[in-house]
C-alpha cells in the first residue's frame, strides 16, 4: 500500500473517531469466525447501535496518538476490532461476552475506558456492571422510598382518623334515631 493511499486511510479513521466521538471501545480478536458468523453478529450489534470494524493495526494506532488517545495503542497487537457505540461500554462488553460464549473463537483483548486501557479480564468484568440507565434507576427509587415512606404514614393516620370520625358518626346516628 502506497503512503499516499495510507495517508488517507489514517485521515478516514482520524476522522471516524471525531466524527462518531468514538472515546470507550472494546477491543476483540475475530481470527477463527467465518463469514456468515461475522456478518450474524454485526447485524445483531447494528440493531442494538454497536458497531463493529476491523482496523489496520499501524493505521489505528497512529490515529490514536493523533486523537489524543495513546494509551489505548498497547491494545493493538495481532489481528483486532473495535467495537464501539451503543448506550455505554458495559452494554459493549456485555454483548461480546455473550457472542464470546456462543462463538468461542472471538476473544476480547481489552478496553479503552475514560482515558485508560483495560486488559481483557478486566474488559470482561465490565459486562457484570450495571448500565447507567439501571444505576439511575436505583437512585431514583432510593430517593424516592423515603418520600413513598412519608406519604404511607400520613395516609395511614388520616385513614385512621377518618375511621374513628366515622365510627363516631355511625353512633351519634344510632343515638339520634332511638
Given at each position: 500500500?502506497?503512503?499516499?493511499v495510507k495517508g488517507l486511510l489514517q485521515a478516514q479513521l482520524e476522522k471516524?473517531?471525531?466524527?462518531?466521538?468514538?472515546?470507550?471501545?472494546?477491543?476483540?480478536?475475530?481470527?477463527?469466525?467465518?463469514?456468515?458468523?461475522?456478518?450474524?453478529?454485526?447485524?445483531?450489534?447494528?440493531?442494538?447501535?454497536?458497531?463493529?470494524?476491523?482496523?489496520?493495526?499501524?493505521?489505528?494506532?497512529?490515529?490514536?496518538?493523533?486523537?489524543?488517545?495513546?494509551?489505548?495503542?498497547?491494545?493493538?497487537?495481532?489481528?483486532?476490532?473495535?467495537?464501539?457505540?451503543?448506550?455505554s461500554i458495559v452494554d459493549i462488553a456485555r454483548q461480546m461476552v455473550n457472542?464470546?460464549?456462543?462463538?468461542?473463537?472471538?476473544?476480547?483483548?481489552?478496553?479503552?475506558?475514560?482515558?485508560?486501557?483495560?486488559?481483557?479480564?478486566?474488559?470482561?468484568?465490565?459486562?457484570?456492571?450495571?448500565?447507567?440507565?439501571?444505576?439511575?434507576?436505583?437512585?431514583?427509587?432510593?430517593?424516592?422510598?423515603?418520600?413513598?415512606?412519608?406519604?404511607?404514614?400520613?395516609?395511614a393516620a388520616g385513614s385512621s382518623v377518618a375511621g374513628c370520625l366515622k365510627?363516631?358518626?355511625?353512633?351519634?346516628?344510632?343515638?339520634?334515631?332511638?
Open positions: 500500500m502506497s503512503k499516499f471516524k473517531i471525531k466524527n462518531e466521538a468514538i472515546r470507550d471501545f472494546l477491543v476483540v480478536n475475530t481470527i477463527g469466525l467465518d463469514g456468515v458468523n461475522s456478518n450474524l453478529i454485526r447485524s445483531e450489534l447494528r440493531a442494538k447501535g454497536i458497531k463493529l470494524f476491523m482496523v489496520k493495526n499501524s493505521l489505528f494506532k497512529i490515529a490514536l496518538r493523533n486523537s489524543q488517545m495513546e494509551k489505548a495503542v498497547p491494545l493493538f497487537e495481532g489481528a483486532c476490532a473495535v467495537a464501539y457505540g451503543g448506550e457472542w464470546k460464549k456462543k462463538m468461542p473463537v472471538l476473544a476480547i483483548k481489552g478496553a479503552y475506558l475514560d482515558g485508560a486501557p483495560l486488559d481483557a479480564a478486566t474488559a470482561e468484568q465490565l459486562s457484570k456492571m450495571l448500565t447507567r440507565i439501571e444505576l439511575q434507576s436505583q437512585i431514583v427509587a432510593l430517593v424516592m422510598s423515603p418520600a413513598r415512606n412519608i406519604a404511607a404514614s400520613i395516609l365510627t363516631i358518626s355511625e353512633k351519634n346516628q344510632k343515638q339520634a334515631a332511638a
